[in-house]
């Protein structure tokens, strides 16, 4: 019997890793998708550093997350020998791959905000900050109860904040963030002249297009593996994930007027808005919780940029700061069985926990940026900025003549 027992445990063990070794691959490669959704965004003499900064945001994070942030979060380090690190078919190390491709989705959704005036390796160094050290921080009170925050939510109201897949943890947390950093780096040269805004037309609309759409069917893996084990695994995550995205290509068609930048950003503002609700909401709830992402990402886009005069390049703040909050809320309103959902998740949990991670993020962003921005500077000069960041920085264009 003994055997047996062993035996089951064995095979459960190696499926559960296998299975979130799958999640971490499918977001790893939504990495691919920030890639090719900045360069289709950017101008032509920026698209290489759009490519060069995902790949090496990515490994500079892995560095971050390993020796620093996780332990921040988790209390957990690698240290200990490799036969160690074995037990339960390295459950552990394929989870933690799985939370670093989370972790690391926050310097891909600030490059995005920051894109064509922004110094590389700088850069990096408030990579290292925010990964090692900001997002863990609120990332391990709501996943881990670091401080007992949650605890004392689920005391005073009934349920602690829920975010099954980063509705705010990742998605707000990286929009606001990425918010202090415009802030600081300020608008790039050219765009406003005379109060108005000057257009700079996304540089390759299939490029743009290919990046939403490997972000999309990514997102799966974001959401439906956030169950992290093969047991947890639930039909509803899969299918609430889809309604909200269909609702905001849809509400983004609408009120974006036809525009494909706004009709390839409307999925990803639904999947980032139905994370944090994903198993809590029934289908309508999701769809009516992308419907309003989409519409939401249209008007802030807009105004940000044209009233504003925020100069978010790919609109980072709006699709993931604004939209995971929205999320967090939307979380606490579709949650509740009177409107299809479980009932497990208190509003005003939702509220506090989705405003801390603002706060956290907001102010940390500030804090990290604005001391880099003293020490060392986070803006390419006028003229390197004017000859493009590929240039610049990489001494290469995108498109090399003979």
């Not at 009934?158 to 950093?181: C, N, T």
């Not at 799966?220 to 995205?245: C, E, P, R």
């Not at 944090?276 to 008007?299: C, E, K, R």
């Amino acid at each position: 019997m003994d055997s047996i027992s062993t035996a089951i445990q064995q095979m459960t063990d190696s499926q559960n890793s296998l299975f979130i070794l799958l999640g971490a691959i499918m977001v790893l490669a939504m990495h691919a998708g920030f890639a090719f959704l900045e360069v289709g965004t950017v101008r032509q003499k920026n698209q290489v550093n759009a490519l060069v900064k995902i790949l090496t945001d990515f490994g500079v994070s892995t560095i971050a997350y390993f020796f620093i942030g996780y332990w921040v979060a988790y209390g957990m380090d690698f240290y200990g020998s490799a036969a160690s690190l074995e037990d339960k078919n390295g459950y552990e190390l394929v989870k933690f791959f799985f939370l670093l491709t989370f972790a690391a989705a926050i310097p891909a959704i600030v490059s995005g905000g920051v894109a064509e005036r922004a110094r590389f390796y700088p850069m990096l160094i408030a990579v290292f900050l925010v990964v090692g050290l900001l997002y863990p921080f609120f990332e391990g009170i709501v996943w881990n109860n670091n401080f007992e925050i949650q605890s004392w939510l689920e005391g005073k109201f009934g349920y602690g904040f829920h975010d099954f897949a980063g509705s705010v943890v990742v998605h707000a947390v990286g929009g606001w963030i990425a918010l202090a950093a415009v802030l600081l780096l300020g608008q790039r040269k050219g765009r406003y002249r005379g109060g108005k805004v000057i257009a700079f037309a996304p540089s390759n609309i299939p490029f743009l297009a290919l990046g939403a759409w490997v972000l999309s069917v990514g997102w799966f893996g974001f959401n439906v593996m956030s169950a992290q084990k093969l047991g947890d695994i639930s039909g509803l995550v899969a299918v609430n994930s889809l309604m909200a995205m269909v609702g905001g290509t849809l509400a983004a068609l609408i009120f974006g007027r036809n525009d494909p930048g706004f009709i390839h950003n409307g999925p990803l503002a639904g999947l980032v808005a139905v994370c944090a609700g994903s198993n809590l909401m029934h289908p309508i709830g999701a769809l009516g919780t992308g419907v309003v992402a989409g519409a939401l990402f249209v008007w802030a886009f807009t105004t940000t940029q044209n009233k504003w005069k925020i100069d978010d390049v790919l609109g980072v703040w709006p699709l993931h700061g604004l939209c995971g909050m929205w999320g967090g809320i939307a979380a606490g309103i579709f949650g509740m069985a009177a409107l299809g959902g479980t009932g497990k998740v208190s509003l005003v949990s939702q509220l506090i926990g989705t405003g801390a991670g603002i706060a956290i993020a907001f102010f940390g962003g500030l804090l990290i940026y604005g001391l880099i921005k003293v020490i060392m500077g986070i803006r390419l000069s006028e003229q390197e900025e004017y000859d493009g960041a590929d240039l610049s920085i990489h001494k290469i264009g995108s498109i090399c003549d003979d």
